[in-house]
């Protein structure tokens, strides 16, 4: 439990103040906090001093919403959680390391943090090993295990005690998807009546100009973006139209990405250490059809920013092997996972380290790349 005696002004937070479970700095100003930090503190005391403000105000926050009256207290927190980030971000730029990618502050700040021993926990910074990994699954509010859930565009985690709940916008690779795909009549179809109805629907002709359209193959009567052709796609096969689309269409009839199974199974046979939390993280998705954005972000990447950390030679080694291969591998989806997922990602983390176990072509990548 977070320390409850007598007021003081120190900011030396009590040990369990990482995990959120009271107020991390009781009877503490926040003029006398900005005070003891001073104008030039060295960049640890910086990242110490923002993990407490963003702590401090999510405990304030938490208040409020109890009805407890800590608005203006609140105000001047997160006002100073502001200026604080901005000192941090001031930092990076003067060392030339991007900032993270928004939106938000905390993700702006990352690389900061990250490089001073400190790991997002959900909302605040807490100190790189002081809590086992396995504290990420439970709720920072309340200690109860957290239920993973999709819903609609919507995933995340939730607290099942007391509805605490983290939660992140999710859209299929296929609404994201802006090439522009054309659905060509193949030659070889025969005019049957669910044949000429699906083709006068799609070409909005009359069944004479439909018949024509199927026997004089090939034939183009559909273009636009993967959400408007796979409906369209699926109705002509039901309807024994043969069909090719162009370029080559990467989904299945119920919108995912064929190429998802094969992505996570090189992933797990490249990492096989992953294997556990693979199953616990897709078992309430969609086991090996789970998008690889989210499992090769949220799972592989972490242990890359880990092995940067500790100069883990073997792992960096595999590392830069794998991306490699999704690189040259000519498939487009891997190569968008390996520069989104992967890349992007090792770039916004700022340690440089990274670039001497990248292959030629990941290398490029990440040298162009603008972030």
Known sequence: ???????????TPPKAAVAQLGDPLPGVA??????????????????EAIALTCEKVGHLMHLIDEDEAFG????????????????????????????????????AIAPF???????????????????????????PQCGAPLEGFVEGSSMGQRCPNCNWAIVRTYAPPIVEDEQKYTIVVAPGGTPTREALKAVSR???????????????APAAIFAG????????????????????????????????????????????ESFPELTDKFEEYTSWQDGMETGCFLTYEDLLLPLARRALDNHDEAFLTRLGIFVEQLMT???????NVATVGLIEGLKAYGNQLVRSYLGPVSLEEFDTMVY
């Open 1 to 11: 439990m977070t320390d409850k005696s007598p007021q003081h002004n120190s900011i």
């Open 329 to 335: 591998s000519g498939d487009g989806h891997a190569i």
């Open 72 to 107: 203006d207290e609140l105000d001047e927190w997160l006002g100073l959680e502001k200026e604080l980030c901005q000192r941090s971000l001031e930092v990076l730029a003067r060392d030339g390391i991007a900032a993270g990618k928004s939106p938000g502050l905390m993700r």
């Open 225 to 268: 973006r993967a959400t408007e052709v796979l409906a369209r796609k699926n109705g002509l096969e039901e309807a024994g139209v043969p069909i090719e689309v162009q370029p080559s269409f990467p989904y299945d009839k119920d919108g995912k990405l064929m190429g998802e199974v094969k992505l996570n199974g090189l992933l797990l």
């Open 202 to 216: 799609i070409a909005m002709c009359n069944y004479i100009a439909a018949k024509r359209l199927i026997e004089d």
């Open 113 to 139: 943090m990250e490089r001073n021993g400190y790991v997002d926990a959900c909302g605040w910074w807490v100190p790189r090993g002081e809590r086992p990994e396995s504290i990420d699954d439970l709720c």
């Open 30 to 47: 926040v003029q006398v906090f900005a005070k003891q930090l001073g104008d030039s503190p060295t960049d640890a005391s910086l990242a």
